[in-house]
């Protein structure tokens, strides 16, 4: 059963950085790929970043060269480094991982509050 914990949302002031970590097990990590979403209060979850399991990156352009994704499949991790946070980073944060069909996994969320 593969499950996806995620760590590392929190509140911050604009301009600010966090980490988020999202680590996998039950399964083979180096087979998925990963991706973080988001969804705020009364609107659609959305993609923010996204990895293939060759490391291949895609990015929403609401945070391109604000945000970094990475993996280490030495550690079934993947880390989604977010710099000079605006307000509108936030919400709460959702890995997801799949191997091209589904099912599609996910993580339980973190919230990410980033005040002006």
């Known amino acids: 059963q593969v499950q996806l914990v995620e760590s590392g949302g929190g509140l911050v002031q604009a301009g600010g950085s966090l980490r988020l970590s999202c680590a996998l097990s039950g399964s083979i990590f180096s087979r998925y790929a990963m991706g973080w979403y988001r969804q705020a209060p009364g609107k659609q979850r959305e993609l923010v970043a996204d990895i293939t399991s060759g490391g291949s990156t895609n990015y929403a352009d609401s945070v391109k060269g604000r945000f970094t994704l990475s993996r280490d499949n030495a550690k079934n991790t993947v880390y989604l480094q977010m710099n000079n946070l605006k307000p509108e980073d936030t919400a709460v944060y959702y890995c997801?991982?799949?191997?091209?069909?589904?099912?599609?996994?996910w993580g339980q969320g973190t919230q990410v509050t980033v005040s002006s």
């Open positions: 997801n991982a799949h191997i091209g069909r589904p099912p599609h996994y």
